[in-house]
């Protein structure tokens, strides 16, 4: 199964596609047997012995044995530990709900705030943004968000977004910003000092320091979503000389 | 991304398809075949009515919206006949407690209407990234008075023919997954349109992953 995984990595996969295990047809006596362990992604599923794919798109993989489906997809579905943009719709009693552009909004505790108290509640308003984190999703239970780290520090998330804009990009783009050492983000530093806030969600967020670059940096980001890296480069380039 | 397939033995009409060419659903396509043409766009998963939540799955809704007026009894067929088809390939319970919405814009009628909301339905899923155990598409048959089988009919050779029959096919093992027949017809010309159909599916799948790898060719 591995070297057949392997065979696949960069090629498009559709749902329905399969990967069988089989047995090695000799054993050898002296090496000791690995049993070969793979790990599986999104889009990647597990039956019996057989692995099926159920999401269409490009294969990956990451070093030794990850390999997932990757997806060009719109609709977010919440993740354990993936810091999204909220938006507070409700604030009721203790807690807030949040829509974070899955299928049900999620809960957000007023004390899950660096130095919230029963006493110290935090000044979070209905519209507010909230850039946060989940700490409980799965399929069937309502997902819960935090806006404090393990240590109950927090480390960049909370309540933001004066004068900023908040748009929505497809998933596939913003994997490709938060990837390390993303191309795309670099060329974007290179432009004007802005502030960028990214959610897996789909949405972001963009400040710079005049109204005309933050409209420039946001038209950028969505033109750039079906774009190869030259056109994209050539596209930056004309946009840092000011033909923009 | 618009992609033209020409025909060869089993005679399909040209057919062509282009995914996520609207901005707002979360997955969206348009298939045409010959001057049938329709588009399909997705929403989900999304938030349910509690009125319409099923606990352990999603809920499935498809709406059919004809060129002209109001959804009528035959907008309703066709939609249990498309919903029924998704229901067997989606992994609904991956999602449970929210809503799917699948909506079928007739932008043209010329025949294989069914065969066509089908496989712009199974496009439009694909786009929208829903987890699906296999991938299905429609074929039209029409029998001709003489006997002959038509794959793929306008709307012309419909009015013409016997016996008219959909049948929705899925890509693993080439099973029937919906058919949806009218007219009279033996038993043997029942099984000798479903070897055509499942003939006529294998260039429909091929296409399928022609225009998916087209679509993800920048991000290779």
Known sequence: MFSCLKHKVGEVLLPGDEFSFQPEDTISLTDTVKPEKVICGPGLRRSGDRLLVSKSGVLRTKQPNMFWVDSQQKRYVPAKGETVIGIVTVKSGDVFKVDCGGSEQASLSYLAF???????????????????????????????????????????MGVFGGGGLLFRVSLGLIRRL????????A???????????????GRLWVKASSVQQTLIIANLLESCENMTAEQRRQLFRRAAQGAL | MMEVCGSSNVSLREFGCEQSLLSRPDGSASFIQGDTSVLAGVYGPAEVKVSKEIYDRATLEVLVQPKVGLPSVRERSQEQCVRETCEASLLSSLHPRSSLTLILQVLHDDGSLLSCFLNAACMALMDAGLPMSCLFCGVTCAIHADGQIITDPTAAQEKESRALMTFAIDSTEHKVLMSSTKGSFSVHELQQCIAVSQKAS???????????????????
């Open chain 1, 178 to 185: 938060l990837a390390p050492q993303s191309p795309l983000r």
């Open chain 1, 187 to 201: 060329e974007l530093q290179q432009l004007f000092p802005h502030e960028l806030v990214i959610g897996m969600n």
């Open chain 2, 202 to 220: 294998e260039k429909i799948f091929q296409f399928y992953r022609d225009s998916v790898r087209r679509r993800y060719s920048k991000t290779l």
């Open chain 1, 114 to 156: 660096e130095g919230a108290t029963k006493r110290n509640r935090p000044n979070v308003q209905v519209g507010d943004l909230v850039f946060s984190q989940f700490v409980i999703a799965n399929k069937d239970m309502e997902p819960e968000l935090v806006c404090v780290d393990s240590s109950g520090r927090a480390n960049g």
